[in-house]
């Protein structure tokens, strides 16, 4: 089966900075791959998606890049605030099984 | 939509009690899955439903959890008898098919064994 792991754990960054988050991923098949957002004591939430027809895909401040050859993935956040301290999640698939998630990176943006 | 709708949010319990957790899925969504998150092992995926027929419950940790959905509205999550290792946040979430869409996850219950 899909094997997800997710790096940094955890992640400090200065208000303003830019974070980046990188999952690999073992199913050369997996064709899609979400991020969840999941703020202290709320529920995960997609914040953005990719599938494997795309190399990249932007919305706003985050963006999501696919590197099918070396099969990983990486959330970039740009300008981050304080609002973005929260674990996220990455997660793969080929479509014929359910999502595996990479085991989370806490992010902690400082003022 | 309220969207996915677990209850209760919070359960504390004596270990070797039954607890039953609910959930409700978002109408229309085909899917629903129960997770299980915890520090050390992350979102696990314990059991998933496609059209209330269960298609993968490898994820069951052994014979004390069951899960049921009767129907396209409700689906439970039973642990009979609770033992203080599966003290965890419980998440059920449903989405419009069981792979390649958006997951929309409820509030979770917050399960305490004692």
């Known amino acids: 089966g899909e094997n997800v792991e997710q790096h940094p754990s955890t992640l400090s960054v200065q208000e303003g900075d830019s974070a980046v988050i990188k999952c690999t991923y073992s199913?050369?098949?997996?064709?899609?791959f979400p991020w969840y957002k999941q703020e202290l004591g709320k529920r995960p939430q997609l914040i953005i998606d990719i599938r494997s027809n795309v190399g990249e895909k932007k919305d706003q401040r985050i963006a999501v890049t696919l590197n099918k050859t070396a099969k990983h993935f990486s959330l970039h956040i740009t300008e981050t605030q304080p609002e973005d301290s929260a674990v996220y999640f990455c997660?793969?698939?080929?479509?014929?099984?359910?999502?595996?998630f990479g085991k989370g990176t806490m992010l902690l943006v400082s003022p | 939509d309220a969207g996915v709708i677990q209850s209760p949010r919070h359960e504390v319990t004596e270990m070797g009690q039954e607890v039953t957790l609910r959930c409700k899925p978002i109408s229309g969504h085909n899917s629903l899955f129960w997770y299980r998150q915890t520090m050390m092992r992350g979102l696990e995926l314990l059991i998933y439903?496609?059209?209330?027929?269960?298609?993968?419950d490898s994820g069951m940790p052994e014979d004390r959890f069951s899960a049921k959905m009767p129907n396209a509205s409700f689906s439970t999550l039973k642990i009979q008898p609770s033992e203080p290792r599966d003290s965890a946040v419980y998440f059920c979430?449903?989405?419009?098919?069981?792979?390649?869409?958006?997951?929309?996850f409820g509030q979770g219950t917050r399960l305490t064994v004692v």
């Open positions: 439903f496609n059209n209330n027929v269960p298609i993968d």
């Open positions: 997660a793969a698939t080929e479509g014929y099984s359910t999502l595996t």
């Open positions: 979430a449903s989405s419009l098919g069981p792979t390649n869409t958006e997951a929309f």
């Open positions: 199913d050369s098949a997996s064709n899609y």
